[in-house]
Protein backbone atom coordinates (compact mmCIF):
# COMPACT_ATOMS: atom_id res chain seq x y z
CA UNK A 1 0.00 0.00 0.00
CA UNK A 2 2.58 2.32 0.83
CA UNK A 3 4.71 1.55 -2.47
CA UNK A 4 1.17 2.15 -4.28
CA UNK A 5 0.08 5.43 -2.40
CA UNK A 6 4.44 6.80 -3.17
CA UNK A 7 3.56 5.73 -7.02
CA UNK A 8 0.44 7.38 -7.31
CA UNK A 9 1.92 10.30 -5.57
CA UNK A 10 4.54 10.62 -7.88
CA UNK A 11 2.39 9.93 -11.11
CA UNK A 12 0.14 12.72 -9.59
CA UNK A 13 3.37 15.08 -9.07
CA UNK A 14 4.36 14.16 -12.61
CA UNK A 15 1.16 14.66 -13.87
CA UNK A 16 1.08 18.46 -12.28
CA UNK A 17 4.27 19.43 -13.79
CA UNK A 18 3.26 18.62 -17.22
CA UNK A 19 -0.13 20.55 -16.98
CA UNK A 20 2.13 23.26 -15.56
CA UNK A 21 4.20 22.78 -18.61
CA UNK A 22 1.45 22.61 -21.14
CA UNK A 23 -0.32 25.71 -19.54
CA UNK A 24 3.13 27.47 -19.86
CA UNK A 25 3.46 27.11 -23.32
CA UNK A 26 0.18 27.75 -24.15
CA UNK A 27 0.87 30.85 -22.80
CA UNK A 28 4.01 31.89 -24.03
CA UNK A 29 2.97 31.06 -27.68
CA UNK A 30 -0.14 33.38 -26.66
CA UNK A 31 2.66 35.97 -25.70
CA UNK A 32 4.92 35.71 -28.42
CA UNK A 33 1.23 36.07 -30.83
CA UNK A 34 0.30 39.27 -28.65
CA UNK A 35 3.49 40.91 -29.28
CA UNK A 36 3.97 39.63 -33.02
CA UNK A 37 0.51 41.38 -33.65
CA UNK A 38 1.31 44.02 -31.96
CA UNK A 39 5.28 44.77 -33.49
CA UNK A 40 3.22 44.01 -36.95
CA UNK A 41 0.79 47.18 -36.33
CA UNK A 42 3.24 49.38 -35.45
CA UNK A 43 5.43 48.81 -38.48
CA UNK A 44 2.31 49.78 -40.96
CA UNK A 45 1.32 52.53 -38.19
CA UNK A 46 5.10 53.77 -39.05
CA UNK A 47 5.62 52.85 -42.55
CA UNK A 48 1.73 55.19 -42.70
CA UNK A 49 3.07 58.32 -40.77
CA UNK A 50 5.54 58.53 -43.17
CA UNK A 51 3.40 58.55 -45.99
CA UNK A 52 1.12 61.22 -44.07
CA UNK A 53 4.18 63.62 -43.67
CA UNK A 54 5.33 63.04 -47.54
CA UNK A 55 1.79 64.07 -48.56
CA UNK A 56 1.06 66.62 -46.59
CA UNK A 57 4.45 68.14 -47.03
CA UNK A 58 3.87 68.56 -50.67
CA UNK A 59 0.77 69.92 -50.06
CA UNK A 60 2.19 72.95 -47.78
CA UNK A 61 5.17 73.28 -49.94
CA UNK A 62 4.78 71.57 -53.73
CA UNK A 63 8.54 73.13 -54.66
CA UNK A 64 9.20 73.46 -58.32
CA UNK A 65 6.87 70.17 -58.56
CA UNK A 66 4.47 71.01 -61.70
CA UNK A 67 1.13 69.38 -62.11
CA UNK A 68 1.81 66.70 -64.01
CA UNK A 69 4.69 65.34 -60.89
CA UNK A 70 2.16 66.71 -58.31
CA UNK A 71 -0.97 64.56 -59.15
CA UNK A 72 1.76 61.36 -59.78
CA UNK A 73 3.58 61.66 -56.60
CA UNK A 74 -0.62 61.67 -55.00
CA UNK A 75 -1.53 58.99 -56.40
CA UNK A 76 1.55 57.10 -55.18
CA UNK A 77 0.78 58.37 -51.83
CA UNK A 78 -2.54 56.80 -52.60
CA UNK A 79 -1.25 53.73 -53.57
CA UNK A 80 0.63 53.00 -50.85
CA UNK A 81 -2.70 53.68 -48.69
CA UNK A 82 -4.53 50.93 -50.29
CA UNK A 83 -1.26 48.60 -49.19
CA UNK A 84 -1.28 48.94 -45.81
CA UNK A 85 -5.22 48.86 -45.65
CA UNK A 86 -4.54 45.27 -47.45
CA UNK A 87 -1.76 44.35 -44.83
CA UNK A 88 -4.16 45.76 -42.14
CA UNK A 89 -7.06 43.73 -43.32
CA UNK A 90 -4.65 40.29 -43.75
CA UNK A 91 -3.14 40.26 -40.31
CA UNK A 92 -3.10 37.61 -38.04
CA UNK A 93 -5.16 38.44 -35.50
CA UNK A 94 -5.26 37.14 -32.13
CA UNK A 95 -8.97 36.45 -30.72
CA UNK A 96 -8.19 38.92 -27.58
CA UNK A 97 -7.55 41.20 -30.12
CA UNK A 98 -10.63 41.03 -32.24
CA UNK A 99 -12.17 44.65 -31.24
CA UNK A 100 -8.83 46.54 -31.47
CA UNK A 101 -8.58 44.75 -35.24
CA UNK A 102 -12.25 45.44 -36.40
CA UNK A 103 -11.55 49.57 -35.56
CA UNK A 104 -8.12 49.41 -36.85
CA UNK A 105 -9.51 47.56 -40.25
CA UNK A 106 -12.43 50.43 -40.24
CA UNK A 107 -9.36 52.88 -39.39
CA UNK A 108 -7.33 52.54 -42.23
CA UNK A 109 -10.51 51.81 -44.53
CA UNK A 110 -11.16 55.41 -44.01
CA UNK A 111 -7.81 56.44 -44.63
CA UNK A 112 -7.45 54.64 -48.12
CA UNK A 113 -10.99 55.63 -49.71
CA UNK A 114 -10.32 59.32 -48.32
CA UNK A 115 -6.25 59.00 -50.40
CA UNK A 116 -8.03 57.39 -53.09
CA UNK A 117 -10.40 60.29 -53.71
CA UNK A 118 -8.49 63.34 -52.87
CA UNK A 119 -6.17 61.31 -55.42
CA UNK A 120 -9.27 61.12 -57.81
CA UNK A 121 -10.44 64.76 -57.88
CA UNK A 122 -6.80 66.19 -57.69
CA UNK A 123 -6.43 66.94 -61.44
CA UNK A 124 -9.70 68.48 -61.97
CA UNK A 125 -8.56 70.92 -58.97
CA UNK A 126 -5.80 71.86 -60.51
CA UNK A 127 -7.45 72.88 -63.46
CA UNK A 128 -9.95 75.51 -64.79
CA UNK A 129 -13.45 73.90 -65.43
CA UNK A 130 -14.83 72.26 -62.02
CA UNK A 131 -11.53 72.65 -60.41
CA UNK A 132 -13.62 74.37 -57.47
CA UNK A 133 -16.36 71.47 -56.95
CA UNK A 134 -12.84 69.13 -57.00
CA UNK A 135 -11.07 71.27 -54.06
CA UNK A 136 -13.84 71.34 -51.98
CA UNK A 137 -14.60 67.28 -52.39
CA UNK A 138 -10.79 67.13 -51.24
CA UNK A 139 -11.32 69.33 -48.47
CA UNK A 140 -14.60 66.80 -47.67
CA UNK A 141 -11.95 63.99 -47.54
CA UNK A 142 -9.96 65.63 -44.99
CA UNK A 143 -12.73 64.94 -42.37
CA UNK A 144 -12.71 61.12 -42.85
CA UNK A 145 -8.67 61.31 -42.37
CA UNK A 146 -9.69 63.23 -39.27
CA UNK A 147 -12.18 60.36 -38.47
CA UNK A 148 -9.73 57.82 -39.01
CA UNK A 149 -7.46 59.80 -36.36
CA UNK A 150 -9.79 59.67 -33.64
CA UNK A 151 -10.63 56.12 -34.00
CA UNK A 152 -7.21 55.14 -33.60
CA UNK A 153 -6.70 57.26 -30.72
CA UNK A 154 -9.79 56.62 -28.72
CA UNK A 155 -10.10 53.06 -29.35
CA UNK A 156 -7.44 51.29 -31.18
CA UNK A 157 -4.20 52.50 -29.74
CA UNK A 158 -5.97 52.11 -26.30
CA UNK A 159 -7.74 48.53 -26.75
CA UNK A 160 -4.17 46.86 -27.95
CA UNK A 161 -2.13 48.30 -25.55
CA UNK A 162 -4.63 47.06 -22.68
CA UNK A 163 -4.56 43.54 -24.30
CA UNK A 164 -1.01 43.50 -23.88
CA UNK A 165 -0.79 44.81 -20.51
CA UNK A 166 -3.54 42.16 -19.39
CA UNK A 167 -1.17 39.72 -20.18
CA UNK A 168 1.81 40.98 -18.68
CA UNK A 169 3.62 41.75 -21.79
CA UNK A 170 5.49 44.88 -21.55
CA UNK A 171 7.50 47.10 -23.60
CA UNK A 172 5.03 46.08 -27.10
CA UNK A 173 2.95 49.76 -26.70
CA UNK A 174 2.12 50.35 -29.96
CA UNK A 175 2.37 53.84 -31.18
CA UNK A 176 0.24 56.76 -31.76
CA UNK A 177 -0.95 57.40 -35.29
CA UNK A 178 -1.96 60.95 -36.68
CA UNK A 179 -2.45 60.80 -40.17
CA UNK A 180 -3.93 64.77 -40.72
CA UNK A 181 -1.54 67.31 -39.20
CA UNK A 182 -2.05 70.77 -37.50
CA UNK A 183 -5.62 69.79 -36.36
CA UNK A 184 -8.31 71.20 -38.08
CA UNK A 185 -6.46 73.55 -40.08
CA UNK A 186 -6.99 71.10 -43.49
CA UNK A 187 -10.70 70.62 -43.23
CA UNK A 188 -10.82 74.30 -44.33
CA UNK A 189 -11.77 74.36 -48.18
CA UNK A 190 -9.61 77.87 -48.51
CA UNK A 191 -6.47 76.32 -46.98
CA UNK A 192 -6.95 73.52 -49.01
CA UNK A 193 -7.36 75.94 -52.38
CA UNK A 194 -4.57 78.39 -51.31
CA UNK A 195 -2.24 75.34 -50.52
CA UNK A 196 -3.02 73.73 -54.30
CA UNK A 197 -2.48 77.34 -56.27
CA UNK A 198 1.27 76.94 -55.31
CA UNK A 199 1.88 74.24 -57.48
CA UNK A 200 3.63 74.99 -60.81
CA UNK A 201 0.67 74.96 -63.31
CA UNK A 202 -2.29 75.13 -61.19
CA UNK A 203 -3.63 78.06 -62.59
CA UNK A 204 -4.74 76.15 -65.77
CA UNK A 205 -1.26 75.67 -67.34
CA UNK A 206 -0.32 72.47 -68.87
CA UNK A 207 2.71 70.85 -70.63
CA UNK A 208 2.68 71.43 -74.98
CA UNK A 209 0.53 70.10 -76.73
CA UNK A 210 -2.82 68.82 -77.01
CA UNK A 211 -4.60 67.93 -74.58
CA UNK A 212 -7.76 65.87 -73.51
CA UNK A 213 -10.04 62.80 -72.59
CA UNK A 214 -12.80 60.45 -74.38
CA UNK A 215 -15.75 58.46 -72.82
CA UNK A 216 -14.76 55.29 -75.04
CA UNK A 217 -17.44 53.11 -73.78
CA UNK A 218 -19.69 51.77 -70.28
CA UNK A 219 -20.73 48.52 -69.00
CA UNK A 220 -22.57 46.68 -66.48
CA UNK A 221 -21.03 43.46 -65.00
CA UNK A 222 -19.61 43.07 -68.64
CA UNK A 223 -23.32 44.15 -70.80
CA UNK A 224 -22.51 47.37 -72.97
CA UNK A 225 -24.18 50.12 -72.45
CA UNK A 226 -25.54 52.49 -75.41
CA UNK A 227 -28.75 54.27 -76.85
CA UNK A 228 -31.38 51.69 -75.75
CA UNK A 229 -32.38 51.09 -72.32
CA UNK A 230 -30.66 47.66 -71.20
CA UNK A 231 -31.66 45.55 -68.02
CA UNK A 232 -29.21 43.89 -64.97
CA UNK A 233 -29.80 41.81 -62.81
CA UNK A 234 -30.41 44.04 -59.23
CA UNK A 235 -29.53 40.60 -57.47
CA UNK A 236 -25.33 40.47 -58.09
CA UNK A 237 -23.09 42.67 -56.89
CA UNK A 238 -23.45 45.53 -59.47
CA UNK A 239 -19.57 46.69 -60.71
CA UNK A 240 -19.85 49.27 -63.90
CA UNK A 241 -16.49 49.60 -66.09
CA UNK A 242 -15.62 52.83 -67.38
CA UNK A 243 -13.20 53.25 -70.40
CA UNK A 244 -11.31 56.17 -71.51
CA UNK A 245 -9.29 57.11 -74.16
CA UNK A 246 -6.58 59.27 -73.65
CA UNK A 247 -6.66 61.45 -76.83
CA UNK A 248 -4.02 64.11 -76.51
CA UNK A 249 -0.04 63.96 -76.63
CA UNK A 250 1.04 63.75 -72.89
CA UNK A 251 0.50 61.20 -70.74
CA UNK A 252 -2.38 61.83 -67.97
CA UNK A 253 -2.58 61.18 -64.27
CA UNK A 254 -4.50 60.58 -61.54
CA UNK A 255 -8.45 60.54 -63.82
CA UNK A 256 -11.06 60.86 -61.91
CA UNK A 257 -14.59 59.31 -62.97
CA UNK A 258 -17.86 59.88 -61.49
CA UNK A 259 -20.97 57.58 -61.45
CA UNK A 260 -24.56 58.79 -60.67
CA UNK A 261 -27.61 56.34 -60.89
CA UNK A 262 -30.83 56.60 -58.72
CA UNK A 263 -29.56 58.76 -56.58
CA UNK A 264 -26.43 57.28 -55.55
CA UNK A 265 -22.81 59.07 -56.74
CA UNK A 266 -19.85 56.49 -56.55
CA UNK A 267 -16.49 57.67 -57.60
CA UNK A 268 -13.28 55.93 -58.98
CA UNK A 269 -10.20 57.00 -60.60
CA UNK A 270 -7.25 55.74 -63.47
CA UNK A 271 -3.97 56.16 -62.34
CA UNK A 272 -2.06 57.09 -65.30
CA UNK A 273 -3.26 56.85 -69.14
CA UNK A 274 -0.38 56.83 -72.25
CA UNK A 275 -1.35 58.95 -75.08
CA UNK A 276 -3.53 57.42 -77.63
CA UNK A 277 -3.88 54.93 -75.02
CA UNK A 278 -7.46 53.72 -73.27
CA UNK A 279 -7.17 52.61 -69.80
CA UNK A 280 -10.73 51.40 -67.57
CA UNK A 281 -11.74 51.38 -64.03
CA UNK A 282 -14.20 49.23 -62.51
CA UNK A 283 -16.60 51.28 -59.84
CA UNK A 284 -18.81 49.13 -57.14
CA UNK A 285 -22.41 50.77 -57.59
CA UNK A 286 -23.23 50.54 -53.97
CA UNK A 287 -26.62 50.13 -52.65
CA UNK A 288 -27.83 48.97 -56.49
CA UNK A 289 -30.93 51.16 -57.38
CA UNK A 290 -33.65 49.40 -58.36
CA UNK A 291 -36.54 49.89 -61.25
CA UNK A 292 -34.89 52.31 -63.93
CA UNK A 293 -32.60 54.68 -63.73
CA UNK A 294 -30.50 57.10 -65.60
CA UNK A 295 -26.89 56.30 -65.11
CA UNK A 296 -24.67 59.04 -65.47
CA UNK A 297 -21.00 59.02 -66.03
CA UNK A 298 -18.48 61.77 -66.54
CA UNK A 299 -14.59 61.63 -66.44
CA UNK A 300 -12.78 64.50 -65.18
CA UNK A 301 -11.27 67.46 -67.28
CA UNK A 302 -6.99 67.47 -67.09
CA UNK A 303 -5.32 70.64 -67.18
CA UNK A 304 -5.15 71.77 -70.92
CA UNK A 305 -8.35 70.32 -71.70
CA UNK A 306 -9.95 72.49 -73.83
CA UNK A 307 -12.94 70.56 -74.95
CA UNK A 308 -15.01 68.41 -72.66
CA UNK A 309 -18.04 67.05 -74.47
CA UNK A 310 -17.26 63.73 -74.80
CA UNK A 311 -16.14 63.68 -71.20
CA UNK A 312 -19.30 62.77 -69.94
CA UNK A 313 -22.86 60.82 -71.32
CA UNK A 314 -25.96 59.37 -70.06
CA UNK A 315 -27.81 55.58 -70.26
CA UNK A 316 -30.67 54.79 -69.57
CA UNK A 317 -30.42 51.12 -67.27
CA UNK A 318 -33.32 49.23 -65.38
CA UNK A 319 -32.42 46.89 -62.30
CA UNK A 320 -34.54 44.10 -62.03
Partial sequence: MLRRGLALGGGLVVLILIVLGVKGCLDARANRELSDYARNVAQIVEETDQTSKAFFSKLSDPGSLS??????????DRSAMDNYASRIDGLSTPGDMSDAQNALELTYALRSSAMTEIAAKMSTALGDEGSAK????IARQMQKLLASDVLYASVV???????????GIADSDV???VFLP????WLDESTVSSALSTISGSSGEASSGLHGLGLMG???NGTELGEEAVGVSAEETVEVEVSVQNQGESTENGIGVTVVAGGTEVQGSIE????GETESVSIPLTPTPSGEVSLEVKVDTVPGEEVSENNEKSYTVVFE
Fill in 67 to 76: VTEFIAEVNA
Fill in 157 to 167: QPDIDGVLADN
Fill in 134 to 137: ATAS
Fill in 272 to 275: SIAA
Fill in 218 to 220: VSI
Fill in 182 to 185: DGTK
Fill in 175 to 177: PES
